[in-house]
């Protein structure tokens, strides 16, 4: 739990000084990716610093291809 | 020089699919090549050459068409803006999940060779730092930087062969037989799945200037490829043997603690290491430039170094939920990894490039 503070509190705080700098330069469009990856790194690093003993992405992948271990 | 700016050269962009290339091929080419075509293992860099032929002809048409500025567009005009959004889509899912591959092969790496127990999280946390930085600040500085690494990386493994090839025993890789035939043709897809990268580069086309001059530097690029991983299948599997190289994790590696120049110069390793972490940190920023482009052509945006921040942040932690053990992360890339890489970067592009010829859209 102490790895994720000590990943979303940087994250965050960079994550508002990057808005504010796209909000100031009139960059709306650019929210939007901005957001996807956001989700994008929020999600695996609850799911990993969560659960990190659950299965790997690599095992979820195999398993969509039907590949077994 | 350029007078576009915030743009590369083609032969910038090339020499940094290069450097991307030699991390995964020395980590790949040996042991992967060794296991199907044993001592004829030298010639699958001479078939893939071949093929690659054809890849960089395909992208030297795409790309004389000056409306065509990146792959995406290409996509989307080949098939279609629905058909060609979803195999952007599906090309970023790819690019991510490689980002995270190699973000983690460099500490699985570090861990295997000198710091052998250590925690790996303060390597990726310096491996993200550096990609922040470099995501985030201009192309043209990483690219230049490229080519310093380019020299650097010519002139050690050069050196490396020198040293190797005295030990080289012709019968590990002769002879070569008709026999051979076939397992050089299947292995060969180890190969291909790392050189088809050049597919990935040319996501970065709208800042690439001279795109259309590609053709120029096609037979260069493929003879330097072809060149160097002949070398190191030559003088890996020379001097270890087919057998003992298909069975080593970086087969490399182990093949330069055998140098030993006049008994006074050996213990060569650190410098491969070096190589091996500058190459590794040039492979996750050519992936990461890659992943940003693709979003920038999805999304239709101009300002895009702002994605540097959730970009580090998501590779520090995608890399270490990608997989549970290193033979995990290994089977992966050997079972599935691989043939997906030849399937995007050489399949994808010909058949999209093909059904595009024949609706008259290229």
């Known amino acids: ?69 | 020089m350029l007078a576009n700016k915030g743009k590369i050269t083609v032969r910038q962009a090339l020499i940094l699919f290069v450097l991307a290339t030699f991390s995964p091929s020395i980590r790949l080419f040996t042991a992967g090549t060794a296991r199907g075509a044993e001592s004829a293992a030298w010639l699958t860099p001479i078939l893939s050459a071949l093929v690659m032929i054809v890849v960089f002809k395909i992208l030297s048409s795409i790309f004389r068409n000056r409306n065509i500025t990146n792959l995406g567009v290409f996509f989307d005009r080949a098939l279609g803006k629905a058909l060609g959004r979803t195999v952007l889509v599906l090309f970023l899912l790819w690019l991510v999940v490689l980002y995270f591959v190699y973000i983690r092969y460099y500490t699985e790496r570090l861990i295997m060779t000198i710091f052998t127990g250590s925690e790996t999280k303060l390597f990726i946390i310096v491996l993200m730092l550096l990609v922040f930085m470099a995501t985030r600040g201009k192309i043209e500085s990483f690219a230049r930087f490229g080519e310093f690494s380019f020299i650097v990386f010519t002139v050690v493994f050069i050196t490396f062969f020198l040293f190797l090839i005295p030990g080289v025993r012709i019968d590990n890789i002769w002879p070569v037989t008709h026999f051979d035939a076939i397992p050089v043709v299947k292995s060969s897809y180890n190969i291909l799945s790392i050189w088809g990268y050049v597919t990935f580069s040319f996501f970065l086309g709208d800042r690439i200037a001279d795109k259309e001059k590609l053709g120029k530097y096609t037979a260069k690029t493929i003879i330097y490829l072809a060149s160097i991983a002949t070398l190191t299948i030559v003088t890996v599997i020379g001097t270890l043997g087919p057998s003992l190289v298909a069975r080593m994790p970086i087969p490399f590696f182990s093949a330069l603690t055998t140098i030993s120049i006049m008994e006074t110069l050996d213990r060569l390793e650190p410098f491969l290491l070096s190589t091996y972490v500058m190459s590794d940190f040039i492979v996750v920023v050519f992936f990461a430039q890659i992943i940003i482009a693709v979003l920038k052509e999805l999304f239709k945006v101009s300002e895009t170094r702002y994605l540097s921040t959730p970009i580090a942040f998501a590779g520090y932690a995608g890399s270490q939920f990608l997989a549970s053990s290193r033979f995990e992360l290994g089977k992966f890339s050997t079972v599935l990894g691989l043939w997906v890489n030849v399937v995007l970067c050489i399949a994808a592009p010909a058949v999209i490039f093909i059904v595009g010829k024949i609706r008259k859209k290229i």
Do not use: C
């Open chain 1, 1 to 69: 739990m102490i790895e994720l503070v000590f990943i979303l509190v940087p994250f965050f705080g960079l994550a508002v000084y990057d808005m504010k700098k796209m909000a100031k330069a009139k960059l709306k469009r650019e929210f939007i990716p901005y957001i996807v990856l956001s989700f994008l790194a929020l999600g695996v690093t609850l799911v990993y610093i969560l659960d990190p003993y659950g299965p790997s992405l690599v095992k979820m992948i195999m398993t969509l291809f039907g590949i077994k271990e």
